[in-house]
């Protein structure tokens, strides 16, 4: 039973939940007996691409058209359908992203699978394709059997921590005709924030609301998520109100984040913000209300003011 | 402009989940359902469309008849018919065929829906339903103008937004800020009571099952800090919870 694994790349490096998808694939591969094959696309060095390997992988089929060079969702299902059949995939592995989903979709659709998203735990191949996932937004979970011939499943951030060998692996160049897909969009304009952490695969977050009192009082927020090398996150009513950018917005109708780490500064914790964050592995909560309702879903909390406390934190993290 | 918009019915955000007949079944007793929120981004911006350019507005879900009380608000709110294909939605391949068979040969210019459905959340329909028809399929759109037979429109990218432009027909994936919620008025409430709704058989099958749900593990007693002492927290967070 073939694996694929779609990976994502980022300036020229695997995506970390890329290679939490190799690693996740590797493990499938073994239990259901069969070879596993990693698809990047985009522009990375054989150097970077072979380190699939210290997670896993033997073989890394990489595509890298100039007219692969910006995101594009036809053009890269295109490429990852045309690798499936060729490799006679019988699973197809994403890391969930915004891009992967969209991607992942069209390759559905071609393919005629089943697909299941944000799965959170290897599969159950005793009898039949079970897999666990996260429903509700991550409220419940749902073990889920695939019947199609082809399995697609994205997973979530953190499934399985990572554990990494020397190995490496061999890359090989994919040339697959996308000629015309790429004819159907142009990109106008790329807006991207540079310099900081990429939210969705951070680690560790630190994320401010409405208690923050205004975008010019951000400064000791900024200061602690630089101290510890987190990404900054908001709640809706932040970005609602301008204060910040809308992709830092994580909630029900926003991104949502499974950092080791999520700090919430001045944020009450309403349910619609909780379902973009329950499934980071610690909480922590500060704010001066003790009867906000973040601190029952909290691991660790503090009443007071914000900016009492975040120079305080910013201070021990820069001690340590 | 000849405009689809599909929409799914979904708990309400605030809803408590819970199960029944021994975790096999999703408990609907005190759900109160809604159009889900980003079906009703993308439901907003096409009713925006079709009033400044004209056309019709077809709203369509694939849902039981629980869900059209959703489908009658989306009438009141500005589609001119709605189309409900009677089957259970829990498959995104399933959904996608149900939405692509009913749309072909229509001559959709465009089809919008959420990015993803608030309750098996795998964002994937609109992805699906652009290759089963050929179209270009883009998510998670945040801005969308036309102008004559060009759409230019922002989709969300990690960190920031990418510009494109594309031809109709289009298949996208919505979400904030591309129109705010509308709330229906008492006229569009009255006209939504006699608009044409249409009841079709589903014609093709699920390729997943859902076997078991289980709801997470209850969450231990949260650890008060003194704000005084609260770089304390950090060591906590180094020694103890092991994510520093």
């Known amino acids: 039973m073939s694996v694929l694994v779609y990976t994502e790349l980022a300036d020229g490096q695997f995506k970390k939940s890329s290679l939490e998808a190799i690693f996740y694939g590797s493990k499938v591969a073994a239990q259901v007996g069969g070879s596993m094959t990693v698809l990047a696309i985009g522009s990375a060095s054989d150097d970077e691409l072979s380190k699939a390997g210290y997670f896993g ?6 595509a890298n058209a100039q007219n692969l060079a910006s995101e594009n969702i036809m053009a890269y299902s295109k490429v990852l359908s045309e690798t499936a059949k060729s490799v006679s995939a019988k699973v197809v592995i ?19 699978a089943g697909l299941v998203g944000n799965v959170v735990e290897l599969p159950d191949t005793s009898n039949g394709f079970k897999v666990k996932r996260s429903i509700f937004t991550g409220k419940a979970f749902a073990e889920t059997s695939i019947t199609s011939d082809v399995k697609f499943i994205a997973i979530k951030k953190n499934v399985l921590p990572l554990e990494e060998t020397s190995n490496s692996a061999t890359v090989e160049k994919l040339s ?17 924030a540079t310099g900081t952490v990429s ?17 010019e009082h951000w400064q000791p927020l900024l200061d602690l998520a630089e101290a510890l090398g ?22 029900q109708t926003g991104v949502k984040v499974a950092p080791n780490l999520y700090i919430a500064c001045g944020i009450s914790g309403a349910i619609q913000h909780l379902a973009g964050v329950n499934s980071s592995k610690v909480i922590v909560v500060i704010n001066k209300d003790p009867e906000a309702p973040f601190f029952k879903a909290a691991d660790y909390g503090i009443v007071g003011d914000v900016f009492d406390v975040l120079p305080k934190l910013t201070a021990a993290v820069k001690a340590l | 402009m000849k405009i689809l918009v599909c929409i799914s019915s979904v708990p309400d955000t605030t809803s408590k989940i819970s199960f029944e007949e021994n975790d096999t079944k999703f408990s609907k007793a005190g759900i109160q359902y809604i159009i889900g929120p980003y079906d009703d981004y993308a439901l907003a911006r096409g009713v925006e469309l079709r009033e400044s350019l004209g056309g ?53 210019d465009l089809i919008l829906m959420g990015r993803e459905t608030t309750d098996y959340n795998s964002g994937v329909v609109h992805g699906i339903v652009g290759e089963l028809l050929g179209l270009p399929s883009f998510s998670p759109v945040m801005e969308l103008k036309l102008e004559g037979n060009t759409a230019t429109l922002a989709r969300e990218i990690e960190g920031g ?41 589903p014609s093709s099958a699920a390729l997943t099952n859902i076997d078991k749900y289980e709801l997470p593990a209850p969450k231990g007693a949260c650890k008060m800090i003194s704000a005084d002492d609260a770089g304390a927290l950090i060591k906590l967070l180094q020694t103890e919870a092991k994510v520093l």
């Open chain 1, 94 to 112: 994403s890391a969930k992203s915004s891009l992967a989903d969209a991607v992942m979709a069209r390759a559905v659709g071609a393919l005629k």
């Open chain 1, 176 to 192: 697959v005709d996308t000629g015309s897909l790429t004819e159907s969009s142009k990109v106008l304009e790329t807006i991207k």
């Open chain 2, 161 to 201: 937004k990418e510009k494109l432009e594309a031809s109709l027909p289009l298949v996208l994936g919505c979400q904030e800020p591309i129109a705010e919620w509308k709330i229906p008025n008492m006229r569009g409430i009255m006209s939504a009571r006699t608009k044409p709704l249409a009841v079709l058989a």
């Open chain 2, 56 to 108: 019709t507005l077809t709203v369509l879900n694939v849902g039981l008849a629980d869900a059209e009380p959703q489908i009658r608000k989306a009438l009141a709110i500005g589609a001119d018919d709605a189309v409900r294909i009677d089957a259970e939605p829990t498959d995104s391949f399933f959904v996608a065929s149900e939405i692509a068979n009913y749309a072909k040969d229509k001559g959709f």
């Open chain 1, 57 to 62: 992988a033997t073989k890394v089929l990489h």
């Open chain 1, 199 to 215: 939210l969705p695969e951070a680690d560790l977050v630190v994320s401010g609301g409405r208690g923050m009192k205004g975008p």
């Open chain 1, 230 to 251: 987190a990404a900054t996150a908001c709640s809706k009513p932040v970005s609602d109100l301008d204060w910040r950018p809308h992709h830092e917005h994580v909630g």
